[in-house]
Nanobody, 124 residues
Framework: QVQLVESGGGLVRPGGTVKLSCTAS????????MAWFRQVPGKERELVAA???????NYADIVVGRATITRDAAKNTVDLQLVRLKVEDTAVYYC??????????????????WGQGIQVTVSS
């Protein structure tokens, strides 16, 4: 089973930028879809951005224009950069891998394998 390790979170000022990185223990090319989710207490985990093995990307409406997801198969990493951060972006962010999705389904993957999550707090 793949191990996913997130890094890069922390405390960020409103309007700032955060770059999260997810490092996989094996080739990410084995997964049709990779994604970042986030969750706040009392709410369901929600998809932030997804990227397919072919490089296709999908962004949640809440981050469109502010988020960029990238994948580097040579490094087995999937990064998420989020700019113009808002207080409401505060959440635990999770990396996910999915080897069961296919085609357009990977754009809305529900994730199969998960990292442990990393806290991002947006506060002045």
């Amino acid at each position: 089973q793949v191990q996913l390790v997130e890094s890069g979170g922390g405390l960020v000022r409103p309007g700032g930028t955060v770059k999260l990185s997810c490092t996989a223990s094996e080739s990410i090319d084995r997964y049709n879809g990779m994604a970042w989710f986030r969750q706040v207490p009392g709410k369901e985990r929600e998809l932030v951005a997804a990227i397919t093995r072919g490089g296709g990307m999908n962004y949640a409406d809440i981050v469109v224009g502010r988020a960029t997801i990238t994948r580097d198969a040579a490094k087995n990493t999937v990064d998420l950069q989020l700019v113009r951060l808002k207080v409401e972006d505060t959440a635990v962010y999770y990396c996910a891998a999915d080897n069961t999705c296919s085609g357009y389904g990977c754009y809305s993957t529900r994730g199969k394998y998960w990292g442990q999550g990393i806290q991002v707090t947006v506060s002045s």
